[in-house]
């Protein structure tokens, strides 16, 4: 299986899509945030808190960006920071957003 398959509820932690002129910026790394636990919960739903926050997943197949299929930057619920980029997504059959690579590898752990 490929490095870069994300079997890992991504709705849940993709905050947008980026299409346009905001789409064809170069993406850049972007810097650890640190808060505290109430202010991830009070700028998270608590679907976003439990996933991004504690590890949990969302079922699959029913997340906003499993079957999108628009051209477009996908970003970060908690930061902002561009994650993969729509030119590398493929479907996997899994119900979640798959990518074979991220847009910038600094900002995937």
């Not at 905001?22 to 790394?29: D, F, I, K």
């Not at 808190?49 to 997943?57: E, F, K, L, M, P």
């Not at 197949?61 to 628009?70: I, K, R």
């Amino acid at each position: 299986m490929n490095p870069w398959f994300t079997a890992l509820c991504l709705a849940g932690v993709l905050g947008s899509l980026a299409t346009g002129a905001e789409a064809s910026t170069n993406p850049v790394a972007m810097t650890k945030i640190q808060k505290t636990d109430a202010e991830w919960k009070q700028q998270l739903t608590p679907l976003q808190y439990q996933v991004t926050r504690r590890g949990g997943t969302e079922r699959a197949f029913t997340g906003a960006y499993w079957n999108h299929h628009e051209d477009g930057l996908y970003r970060c619920v908690c930061c902002g920071a561009v994650l993969f980029d729509s030119r590398a997504k493929f479907d996997s059959g899994t119900g979640w957003p798959s990518f074979y690579q991220p847009a910038v590898p600094e900002n995937i752990g």
